[in-house]
């Protein structure tokens, strides 16, 4: 019996200690309200690939600092559809069949920085995303280079994982910021618009009411 | 002895206690006649997130919220009023001076949930608390049957905020407060160190708010 429990004691401790030699895992959290956007009518939908949806940055800092597996793909592919869902009165989800706009995102890099690296109080989290967007044929319209940055500072927070998970989750609001100027740029839209409307003569270019006006009315 | 100590001690950090000072600065431009925040109207604090290296501190902010409101000025979380005008209030498309407000807005949806909030003005808070310089050292040791640390350090501190307040019904700036506060802390410690904290950020806060109530108090 005080065998066994010295086996139990005993893998207990290196399991512990395994543990501490592992790297700092982070969710990104999907915490992404609905965006106010002017609808276009106009069908999309958002083609992701495996490499993209389960995107995972792995890095080990120089010490003392440890490894890092930082998960970035679910919650990237949850603010693309949030924002594309409002973006367009009829948002297809992943089927593209018959959509008039295809958006193909990929990651291009994700960089990151720690407190104790930068001597700041601040995590930091760039992605660098690329938005291609096709037409109904899958014909290429244009390519849109997306930095995202996000900071968190690291007072009050329970861990490091945490402060790197929001982060993270600024730098995606940061990104579906600047994806929202892209489809809000008049001049931009208007030849992504013409390029798709002289695919599909039914896809109307007017602008639908806003979200918030529609749900206020 | 140790009485004697003691009382030498304490004696010794009153006197550097009085040391412990804080400068407040104020800087106030306003028009003489600003509207009056009207019975249901709320204000928001929110911070500059441009920078890459510096970010006001949300201690800051959530004083400034807890002054305002105790002067009877009602104060819409930051974070609701973002996520309710998500994306556009996000650091790459908040609008940076007044000059662009009305494009925010115009905005399809944005000015129909600023007036379902019930926000009147908003606070654009720019600033930080720093340290400027350090002196002195501290060491502490623990052996058997002691510990205790032995030194004096000392650092100079310094609190500058500017606060921008714009007015959603006008659409422009009504005017601009800034608040800059320096101080010295120091830590004595013989045997057990005692923290005189010269709390510059919070004289800040206090001078800021003052000015900012003043702006737009209740009416």
Known sequence: ?217 | MRRELLMLYLGCSAVLGGCVSAKVEQYRQAPTRVASIAKGESVVILSRGQHGDRETETDFNRCLANVLQREGLPVMEEQALVDALYPWLEPRTAPLNADALPKLLDQPGVETRIRAAGVRYMIWIDGQSETTGSAGGLSCAVGPGFAGCFGFGMWDKESAYRAEVWDLNQRSSVGKVSSRATGTSYVPAFIVPIPLIARTQSAACDGAAEQLVDLVRPG
């Open chain 1, 1 to 217: 019996m005080n065998r066994t429990l010295k086996r139990i004691v005993s893998t207990l401790a290196v399991l512990v200690l395994l543990t501490g030699c592992g790297p700092n895992r982070v969710e990104t959290p999907s915490r992404f309200p609905k965006p106010v956007m002017q609808p276009i009518a106009l069908s999309a939908a958002l083609q992701v690939d495996a490499a993209f949806s389960s995107y995972v940055h792995e890095e080990k800092l120089p010490p003392p600092g440890k490894a890092w597996k930082l998960s970035i793909g679910p919650a990237s592919v949850d603010w693309m559809k949030n924002l594309l869902a409002a973006a367009f009165t009829d948002f297809k989800g992943n089927a593209t069949a018959g959509a008039d706009l295809v958006f193909r995102p990929v990651i291009d890099s994700v960089q990151f920085s720690t407190p104790a690296q930068s001597r700041t109080e601040f995590f930091e989290a760039w992605i660098k995303y690329k938005v291609a967007v096709l037409d109904r044929n899958g014909k290429p319209l244009a390519e849109w280079p997306i930095a995202a940055y996000g900071k968190r500072r690291d007072k009050s927070l329970a861990s490091s994982e945490d402060g790197m998970g929001e982060a993270l989750n600024k730098a995606m609001r940061d990104g579906a910021a600047g994806l929202a100027l892209e489809l809000r740029d008049p001049q931009r839209l208007k030849s992504l618009l013409n390029a798709a409307s002289a695919r599909s003569p039914s896809a109307s270019v007017e602008p639908q009411p806003a979200a918030g006006d529609r749900h206020a009315s």
